[in-house]
T-cell receptor, first 117, second 109 residues
Framework: DARVTQTPRDKVTEMGQEVTMRCQPI?????VFWYRQTMMQGLELLAY????????DSGMPKDRFSAEMPDATLATLKIQPSEPRDSAVYFC???????????????FGPGTRLTVL | GQNIDQPTEMTATEGAIVQINCTYQ??????LFWYQQHAGEAPTFLSY??LDGLEEKGRFSSFLSRSKGYSYLLLKELQMKDSASYLC??????????WGAGTKLIIKP
């Protein structure tokens, strides 16, 4: 049963600390997405990768957020330094995007609930 | 700009039918998705429409009119477990999903 995994599931930290969230996409998927979800903003796309190359990170505050994909089995989202307004649920999703094909479902991981005090 | 509109909240009765509407304005169109998200959980895929018309899948159906920039999700024979948020998302010309804010559906006995 292939699924996207994320660690940690919950993270409580203090303002100013570094936070690293990890995601293992489904094997064979070539696209990885990072989303942030809050009650106020809904689901926001932060960044996404295709074949490990960053395609769009315009939704991400560049001064404190960074996203990388060191290999095909690992994507990371880092916040340094963290702030209380970063408190949210961060979802990773993966999918197989074939330009020739119209169907591109995204499979979501369980999310990381981040609380910055 | 790109925009997806759907109602914030809807209430329906167990056993009844409910229709959740979604209107969109995006740069390009490569399909419309509906996702279900239970409180505290991740979104899960419900349906995909790329051509005009109705797609039926059990108790759930999804309709698309590309000329009107409009879709709806129809839920029949509502069950208490259908209480969730329903997210409409459109794939634009860059194959990127543009998400609506979601419709919270409350089912009452």
């Amino acid at each position: 049963d292939a699924r996207v995994t994320q660690t940690p599931r919950d993270k409580v930290t203090e303002m100013g600390q570094e936070v690293t969230m990890r995601c293992q996409p489904i094997l064979g998927h070539n696209t990885v997405f990072w989303y942030r979800q809050t009650m106020m903003q809904g689901l926001e796309l932060l960044a996404y990768f295709r074949n490990r190359a960053p395609l769009d990170d315009s939704g991400m505050p560049k001064d404190r957020f960074s996203a990388e994909m060191p290999d095909a089995t690992l994507a990371t989202l880092k916040i340094q330094p963290s702030e209380p307004r970063d408190s949210a649920v961060y979802f990773c999703a993966s999918g197989l995007v074939l330009i020739e094909g119209p169907y591109n479902e995204q499979f979501f991981g369980p999310g990381t609930r981040l609380t910055v005090l | 700009g790109q925009n997806i509109d759907q109602p914030t909240e809807m209430t329906a009765t167990e056993g009844a039918i409910v229709q959740i509407n979604c209107t969109y304005q995006t740069s390009g169109f490569n399909g419309l998705f509906w996702y279900q998200q239970h409180a505290g959980e991740a979104p899960t895929f419900l349906s995909y429409n790329v051509l005009d018309g109705l797609e039926e899948k059990g108790r759930f159906s999804s309709f698309l009119s590309r000329s009107k920039g409009y879709s709806y999700l129809l839920l029949k024979e509502l069950q208490m477990k259908d209480s969730a948020s329903y997210l409409c998302a459109v794939m634009d010309s860059n194959y990127q999903l543009i998400w609506g804010a979601g419709t919270k559906l409350i089912i009452k006995p």
